[in-house]
């Protein structure tokens, strides 16, 4: 990934991936390292990757990889509990359903 642009990406397990950016970040930049982050998660792990966006609804994140779950609440407010569970829930199915997959938990 490119130096200076916030980008933070981390493999809390060897499954599980954290991959986050700071609000202050340019739309452009963004949009850049997704496309980065996009291009590794495919060459590292093929199809076997789920992304869950923790952030508000972004339709760009689709166009760059179809497999995304929605699932965020607004910027500065804790999430419901039936969101927690959701996320919970899903993470679980997915990773339960295939050794070679991995979930990608994003946020903005």
Not at 32 to 53: F, I, P
Not at 66 to 82: N, R, S, T
Not at 96 to 102: A, E, I, T
Request: hydrophobic share 35%; aromatic share 6%.
């Amino acid at each position: 990934m490119e130096e200076g642009h916030g980008l933070d990406l981390t493999y809390i397990t060897e499954r599980i991936i954290a991959v986050s950016f700071p609000a202050g970040c340019s739309e452009e930049s963004y949009l850049h390292n997704l496309q980065e982050v996009t291009r590794m998660l495919k060459s590292k792990h093929g199809d076997n990757y789920l992304v869950l966006n923790l952030s508000e609804k972004r339709y760009d994140l689709t166009k760059l990889n179809p497999k995304i779950m929605d699932v965020g609440w607004p910027e500065l407010h804790a999430p419901p509990l039936d969101k927690m569970c959701t996320i919970c829930k899903a993470q679980e199915s997915w990773l339960n359903s295939n050794l070679q997959h991995v979930v990608v938990i994003h946020c903005r």
